[in-house]
Structures are given as C-alpha cells and as structure tokens.
C-alpha cells in the first residue's frame, strides 16, 4: 500500500499570504503528527491528532499555525500571513497505534516551504 | 529546561570500523526514547523504540541501548549504506517530542 504522501512537495509564497499544507496518512492508522523542520536542525513537534482530535494545539508555534484533520483521514496545517522565519520543510507521520508512546511512525516526504 | 542533545555533530567512518552516536537528554517523565535515520530529500524512517532504562534493542549492524541519562546507538562493522543522519527523539510529560538535531554519518568504503 501507498506510505504517507505530502502535497505540494515545494511551496514558495511571498511574505504575508496564507498557505495551506495537506497529509494523507496510511490508511487505518489512527495517529497523525505534524513536524517542521528548520534548516540544519533537529525536528520541531507541532501537533499531534488521535482520530480527528488533537488534545493538545500548545506545541503550535503561533496563532498563524492551526491544523485540522477530517475523516479519520487528510489532516491539513494551515499557516495565516507567512513570514520569513516560517520557512522550513514541514513534515507529516501517521501511525496505526492509538497512543503517543506507541514505537512506530511513518513520514512521509515533507512540504518545503519557503517564504520570500 | 527539557532538551535533546545529540552528538557528534557528524561522524565519518571507514567501512568496518565500529562506532557510538549519543543521546543524552533533559526531559522528565520519560515515556518513550526514539532513533531514526533520515535520509537527505526524505521523511525520518523509524528504527528504535526503548522505554526504560536498561532496555535494548538491536537491527542487523545497530544496537541502541538506554539509561536514565542518556540513549547509544552502536553501529557495528558499518557499510557505505549505513550513511545517514542518525535522529533521536524523547517523549515527556505533557505529549512533547523533542528531538535532537542529529548526527551526520559518513561511511567511506
């Protein structure tokens, strides 16, 4: 079966403008993640969705950043008036364990997005 | 603070030379300690999961291994494929993952 897909695989967008980011998990797995992941550092934990809920929005760097997941299915971050320091490669990971201690999670390729 | 640190920063091997990756972390409330590899251009894959001090686990050349400090990761007789980033991850309290920043492994045949 297919792994997790991110789309658009790059998004360049001027300072300012909204962009919207989707993932489309393995299907069956409960757990979605969002991460970002700035040039040259370590992976930046965003959000976190057991079904369609995300019980804890706190890792989310700024109100600008908000992320919704439907159908047990595609989750989409949005990112209000991008900015500069926005740029990074935004990664998605789904796993088929319902709790955040359960081992395995599968990434997929990631949005980079850069912000001009 | 809670934080993840990894090192080396990078790391460059001849192919058969046996080595360590550390991660030592700052996180209370352990509930979970990760390893994966990253490829350039690609998603982390997964590798490790080790919950309590003195577990370990092993897959074909790695072996990772936890104490209440700190994770290793020893790669043993290393091949060129074995190049990668080597990521580690920790699980807290209140659903955190902090991850390290990873070591860059360089394997020369």
């Known amino acids: 079966g297919a792994g997790v897909s991110q789309s658009p695989s790059n998004k360049v967008t001027e300072k300012g403008k909204d962009v919207e980011l989707r993932c489309d998990p393995i299907?069956?797995?409960?757990?979605l993640y969002w991460y970002r992941q700035r040039l040259g550092q370590g992976l930046e934990f965003l959000i976190y969705?057991?079904?369609?809920?995300?019980?804890?929005k706190s890792g989310l760097p700024s109100d600008r950043f908000s992320a919704e997941r439907t159908g047990e299915s595609v989750s989409t971050l949005t990112i209000q008036r991008t900015q500069q320091e926005d740029s990074a490669v935004y990664l998605c990971a789904s796993s088929p364990h319902p709790g955040l201690a359960s081992s395995e999670q599968f990434f997929g390729p990631g949005t980079r997005l850069t912000v001009l | 603070e809670d934080q993840v640190t990894q090192s080396p920063e990078a790391l460059r091997l001849q192919e058969g030379e046996s080595s360590s990756l550390n991660c030592s972390y700052t996180v209370s409330g352990l509930r979970g300690l990760f390893w994966y590899r990253q490829d350039p251009g690609k998603g982390p894959e997964f590798l490790f999961t080790l919950y309590s001090a003195g577990e370990e686990k092993e897959k074909e050349r790695l072996k990772a291994t936890l104490t209440k400090k700190e994770s290793f990761l020893h790669i043993t007789a290393p091949k060129p494929e074995d190049s990668a980033t080597y990521l580690c991850a920790v699980l807290g309290n209140f659903n955190k993952f902090y991850f390290g920043s990873g070591t860059k492994l360089n394997v020369k045949p």
């Open positions: 299907s069956g797995h409960t757990a």
């Open positions: 969705f057991q079904g369609n809920s995300a019980p804890d």
